[in-house]
């Protein structure tokens, strides 16, 4: 590495110690010439003076004698000095007694010396004798020219000032031979041993020492810098280890890498294969299962149509006149008819979620009304000595979002089980909210479940114990579907279970709230009940009248003195008699069908009402409404019946089995019914009469029920007109397309009386019955 002169340390040395020694050259030489220069201004006036002091004498002498010729040899003599250019004697009068003068010597230093000396100075010197020192003779006057003196000064203060550059001139060249010779240059050799040192090289010697500077700065700088060379070196070594070892991993983990991704895409390959293959399988089995599910759906409906006719026309039999053997044989054929058709129900069902086309509705509905509905249908399958209770949380939300038809479903599947396998006790549903689910439970007391079943129960075609089917009857459908209807609802189904003591079913759904629980109308007045402490009438009267801010009580015997009340609810008719001995308050009997009183019996009661259990709360609260009875009513209020008399129905309908069996059943129900064949020939008559209620067959020849509901629903005075589909097919897109078009609800053929008269109660108005 090559440093310019000017950079170099020794240099800059050389140039601070030149300076400086040039500076203090030149303020010493200053010094030096000035006193050079005091002296040689003095030294002026000494020579003269001494000039004075020889002439002195003789120039007195002659002033003395006033010999002129004397003067003149003096000055001139004086005029020999180099330094004097005029010599004058002055007589004592002031007269010249002798002049001499030369011209003064030119130069073009002169002006210097003139600065530093003045061009010429003048001394006189008084005249007299020794003898008469008071008495002057006249003067003596010397000019004295100062250049001589001045020259003189002048070159040795420029030898001075030159010899003293010339000094520092060589110190400093000396200096800077000293200073390279001593610093530069074992720097400069440190310097090239170090740029020549390759850290990278195994052979790595430590740095000489420049000869001779062993022990000096420069020694001590290689010493530490091959200090901490060695440790770099070291530390250099050490990552270039471990930079290799990192390699040589990194080569490693790119081959495991590799090796891995190898593996990975040979399975990701085979992966997409067998996807490919489940996929195609997938599609398969799908398509299958569409159609399975089609051809049980056509098959049940080939099947159901027939069915449907057979059980209607075997239903309108049995009304007929008959002797008890045919009518027994005709209910047997009615019973076998109904248990194909809920099996054929169960099966196409079934279907339909394995061909995954199950598909939800999500509408509001009324749970607690419907839980009561199918509480009231299924009564009628109660055991005599059974109880059947709604306990019907006061605070259920009036309306949910859901599928009424299958939460109907999972009701009615748990009510019959319960209902089927209990000969005696309870059977209890309840409804309530708890942690936003609802839940729908089912308690009753009869035979139980053996713990080893109760897995076994939900599988299709499952029983708990062997003699279960001959016993009870049953195609273990009805849980498998309910747990599955449950699981698709994204709720649960929970079984307890004791053999012989009873179960309790409880299907938790998570149901959104559409409308909260109403405020409950507050009355006035107090009941007294006479019923078990455990029954279901009690647990129901004890939740709903406190709630409905009736003063309450209630005794499982006859009290000795009868409260005083203002209505009496019973539910054992064998207490009634003396019940009635002691009290004339209006009195409820709440007990199954068949145990209702006879029209004599209870007439010796009055005032009594007999109301079917389960005991709704409508019937409740339309019977506390009327807290005191005066008129006693003996006929049984029919519930199903009720809103349905007189409502003008209009069927559409061209197959002439189904509009018997509907218009029977219509007619039957106290309705009104007027028939078109078409839905053409329904138009007609709509322009002429409003019905109530419109059932509407989808397939029909001229014009079919989808173009005549379209044609209805154009016309703004039927906007709001209920209309039903009739249709025998169970696809469940059917039903869909039904409600899109711009129909209230749907009915699939056969129906069963129970069907027609909930969806019927659903869709008529409220005071179309009760008008006519
Ligand atoms: P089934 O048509 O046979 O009633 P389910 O699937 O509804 O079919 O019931 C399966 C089995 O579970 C029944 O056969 C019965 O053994 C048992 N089971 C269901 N509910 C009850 C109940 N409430 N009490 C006793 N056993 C019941």
Known sequence: MVIPLSNRLSYKQARLTVVVAFILGTLLSLVQVSIDYANEDASINREIHALQQISHNPAARIAYNIDSELAQELLLG??????????????????????????RIDSRYRVFSDFLF???RIFEDPLFVS?????????????????????????????????????????????????????????????????????????????????GHEKDEIGVLVTVTNHQLESVS????????????????????????SARTAELKAANNRLLQSNADLDQAREQALHTAQLRSAFLANMSHEIRTPLNGLLGMVALASDGPLNDEQREQLSVARESGKVLMDLLNDILDLSKFEAGELQLENIPFDLAS?????????SQNAASGVELSCLISPQLPTQLLGDPTRVRQIINNLLSNALKFTRQGQVTLELRMNARQVEIELCDTGIGIAEDAMQRIFQPFVQAAPGITRQYGGTGLGLALTRRLCEAMHGELLVQSTLHQGSRFCARLPLPVHTPAAALPQLQGSVFALCPDSSGLQRQLSLWLPALGLRYEHSAHLPESMPDCDLLICNTPEQLVALREKTSTPLILVSSYGHFLSQTASSTLAPLQQIAQPLTRQTLLSQLREHV???????????QQAPLQHADILLVEDNPVNQMVAKGMLLKLGCRVSLAENGEEALQQLAQQRPDLILMDCNMPIMDGYEATLRIRQDSRWADLPIIALTANA?????????????????AKPFRREDLISTLRRWLPPTSGNQA
Do not use: W
């Open 118 to 120: 003045r061009d010429s």
């Open 629 to 639: 009875l005066h008129q006693p009513r003996l006929q049984v209020v029919n519930e």
């Open 370 to 378: 419907l839980g009561e509905e199918c509480a009231t249908l299924l």
């Open 78 to 103: 004086l005029l020999q000095s180099p330094s004097v250019i005029r010599a004058e004697i002055i007589d004592s009068s002031g007269g010249t007694l002798a002049s001499v003068s030369r011209p």
């Open 731 to 747: 696809l469940a897109d059917e039903r869909e397309r039904c409600l899109q078009l711009g129909m209230n609800d749907y009915l």
């Open 234 to 257: 070291k530390e250099v070594d050490q990552r270039r280890e471990a930079e290799n070892r990192l390699t040589e991993y990194l080569g490693e983990l790119e081959n495991i890498v």
């Open 131 to 211: 003898h008469a020192p008071d008495e002057p003779l006249g003067v003596l006057r010397l000019e004295v020219d100062t250049y001589p003196y001045g020259a003189t000064f002048l070159s040795r203060a420029a030898l001075t000032m030159v010899s003293g550059f010339v000094r520092s001139l060589l110190l400093s060249i000396l200096l800077l031979v000293l200073f390279y010779y001593t610093l530069t240059k074992p720097l400069v050799s440190l310097i090239h041993a170090l740029s020549e040192r390759d850290e990278k090289s195994s052979k790595r010697t430590p740095v000489a020492c420049p000869s």
